[in-house]
């Protein structure tokens, strides 16, 4: 019989309902943790802050004292499954093959290229090993060579805030030019013409993309040219180049509708001009080919379908359709050559490769095989090639590099990830399930295990799900993974509405008023499984991030008495709260995917499933939370406060711990090692409410 862990409680934190009491269309919220957002809104001096939450941390790690030498194993046991002197496979564009390559013992990365020919001798372009040095969390994104060859320009980010400042470096020189443009995206476009250089610009309160500018070499930053302002805060914007090379585009989506302007990359100092103004419900992407502009879109045409229009008549007026819609094929994305189109779609929650030949005007789909899997295309910059790059993966099976010729239809294996000790995907399961939702929707499952693994309701299974923004989450190998399979673990992927795994219409009916499906699927995965024997409410445990974070909230206030563990990494769990309050980042771009409490009936139905409105006086399961102090795409204030109330309000004796990262954002640690310590102590957390050792 197993053995139930009693653990000693940590006392909340004071509760201060003069703080903030919220009322709305006649109802009244009490937030009495509202003064945990100090250090958000006042910054270091918020001393009451960070002392409460240096006490979580002190009490997560008081409570997994006993597991700091299985933390240790695991975290050596998984990264001693990553070859850490590796190099990636070489794309080749204009003239030059440029891969990254990693070292043994260090944490990032080395950009490098070669002239012609692999064979030729080495340029080392950037050394983040070397520029990490003294900062505890480093990320360079956004990596952009100029057409001539000569200039690179790169963003940095050393606070884990998403807010990057723009270098550029010459590569004959060596010289970093003197211009630091901040805050940016991270990413830029440059102009045919190697000097000037088209950058996103952020909202440093609300961190939106606000501004599109243009920088020439050599001048100062705070006179850059605006050549786009978004005036609508609910609107993403960016700016990017048709891999033909022959226009920039900018961008300007929200989650229902887009708006695009376009430039010849030869004249950037031209005004761009606007494509197609505009459509209420509408959302298209543009990309050029020869005498036409692609458009793939939804007008008319929930799943999409592909349209084309010449140059110089970019109206909808002027659109023509190539590629009808389907209702059971989502056509996701279209990719670009001379010879041939690339069009990913997805049909039954599976992604598949759809290759349009021009000149013969012939079809072929690539053939994978597997019943879960992942594929989607690599870096292709080439827009001559005649091969192209894309990557594999399945549940079983580590992310491959191929090399697919159009012509021949045959694929090549450039490279597979190594896992260092051994891997034998012969030793491992996976399957496709298929559980009924409360409404008689199939929801898709899929999971893996080892072999052995016994369907008796007494194995234990970690059950993950996402659900939002139309995000997908396909079925994909994890080297850390196997330290859960190789003792008695499943894992599955609940593949719930939200996300559009299954079609545009599975986002569509789990967003806005229709949220509420993303989590009684999830409940359904669950009892299908404890149904089916792969495990039983005893061994069930669930995890997800961000806002499959509210997702785990969400059902542990739903049903908690099927899980005896849930992680939440980052949640989002204080809906109506941030909602309301447009000056946190991101809010007024959420509008769309959550809806607007300002609108009576919104605020009903997201407090509805708010995790952090309902929790109540109950029982819940051990429970580790995970937040950032720095992160920027939900505060850590909701977790933080999120645990306080569930510390005063929870009924039994089960363990809650919350882990706060000090130095780190959205995305954790930054390192190639250190995100794996995090890992661990989640893995640690399992096997310990499993009552199991790891050695």
């Known amino acids: 019989m197993k053995k139930t862990i009693i653990w000693p409680q940590i006392s909340p934190p004071m509760a201060n309902k003069k703080d903030y009491d919220s009322g709305y269309h006649g109802d009244i919220r009490n937030d009495e943790y509202y003064w945990m957002a100090d250090f958000f809104r006042k910054g270091p001096d918020s001393t009451e802050v960070i002392t409460y939450l240096e006490a979580e941390n002190d009490y997560t790690e008081a409570m997994m004292a006993d597991t700091k030498s299985w933390q240790d194993t695991l975290f050596k046991e998984m990264k001693g499954r990553i070859k850490e002197k590796d190099e990636s496979v070489p794309v080749f564009k204009n003239g030059y093959y440029y891969y990254v390559r990693s070292e043994e013992g260090q944490q990032y990365f080395k950009y490098c290229r070669k002239q012609g020919s692999l064979e030729a001798e080495e340029e080392l372009l950037l050394d983040v090993d070397q520029m990490a040095l003294g900062h505890s969390y480093y990320s360079v994104s956004g990596f952009n060579v100029s057409p001539d060859n000569e200039l690179l320009a790169f963003g940095v980010d050393a606070q ?29 476009v440059w102009a045919n013409d190697s000097k000037t250089l088209f950058y996103t610009e952020k909202n440093q309160q609300t961190l939106l993309s606000e501004k599109i ?124 050559f001379k010879d041939y189109w690339i069009l990913s779609e997805r049909k039954n929650g599976l992604v598949q ?28 910059p080439d827009y001559n090639a005649s091969q192209v790059r894309y990557i594999y993966t399945s549940l079983t099976t580590p992310s491959s590099v191929y090399d ?33 939702s409360s409404d008689g929707t199939e929801v898709p499952i899929s999971i893996v295990y080892r072999l052995g693994f016994k369907k008796d309701g007494h194995s234990p299974l970690l059950l993950y799900g996402y659900g939002s923004y139309g995000h997908s989450l396909d079925a994909s190998f994890s080297s850390n993974r196997l330290s859960l399979l190789d003792r008695g673990f499943a894992f599955a992927i609940a593949h719930v509405r939200g996300g559009q795994e299954m079609g545009r219409q599975w986002y569509e009916s789990g967003r ?171 893995y640690a957390f399992l096997f310990k409410l499993e009552n199991k050792s790891i050695s």
């Open 353 to 380: 490769l759809r290759v349009r030949e021009l000149k013969s005007n012939t079809e072929h789909y690539v053939d994978f095989g597997e019943p879960a899997y992942t594929a989607y295309l690599g870096a292709n």
């Open 213 to 336: 500018k243009s920088h020439v070499l050599g001048d100062n930053p705070a006179a850059d040219r605006v050549v786009y302002h978004e005036k609508d805060p609910s609107n993403y914007i960016g700016v990017g180049k048709s891999r033909s090379e022959q226009f920039i585009f900018i961008a300007s989506s929200a989650t229902l509708s887009s708006e695009y302007r376009y430039l010849n990359a030869d004249t950037p100092e031209a005004p761009f001009e606007l494509f197609q103004e505009r459509m209420p419900e509408v959302l298209y992407e543009v990309d050029h080919y020869e005498d036409q502009f692609l458009i793939l879109t939804n007008l008319k045409a929930q799943n999409f379908r592909l349209m084309s229009t010449p140059l110089n008549q970019t109206g909808v007026s002027s659109w023509s359709e190539l590629i009808a819609h389907r209702p059971d094929v989502l056509i996701e994305e279209i990719d670009v």
């Open 512 to 682: 806005l008023f229709q949220k509420r499906n993303t989590f009684t699927d999830f409940i359904a995965c669950a009892e299908y499984l404890i149904q089916e024997g792969y495990s039983s409410p005893a061994h069930l445990y669930a995890e997800g991030g961000s806002a499959g974070g509210l997702l785990i909230g969400a059902v542990a206030n739903m049903r908690p008495e099927l899980w005896n563990g849930l992680i939440a990494d980052v949640p989002f769990v204080d809906v109506v709260t941030t909602m309301l309050d447009e000056s946190i980042p991101l809010t007024t771009n959420e509008f769309d995917e959550w809806g607007n409490p300002k609108d009576p009936e919104a605020y009903t139905y997201m407090k509805s499933y708010s995790p952090y409105d309902n929790v109540k006086a109950q029982d819940y399961p051990h429970m580790l939370i995970t937040t950032g102090l720095h992160d920027s795409q939900v505060q850590y204030f909701e977790p933080a406060k999120w645990v306080a109330r569930l510390r005063t309000l929870k009924t039994d004796r089960h363990v809650l711990l919350l882990k706060t990262n000090m130095e780190a954002g959205h995305g954790g640690a930054s390192g190639r090692f250190d995100y794996l310590k995090e890992i661990a102590l989640q």
């Open 404 to 436: 697919y010729d159009i012509i021949s239809r045959e694929r090549y294996l450039i490279k597979q990830q190594e896992v260092i000790g051994g891997y034998d995907p012969t030793l491992y399961v996976t399957e496709r399930l298929i559980a009924s």
């Open 160 to 188: 884990s805030r998403r807010e990057y400042t723009l270098y550029i470096k010459n590569l004959r020189t060596g010289e970093m030019y003197p211009e630091a443009i901040f805050p940016t995206s991270g990413d830029s």
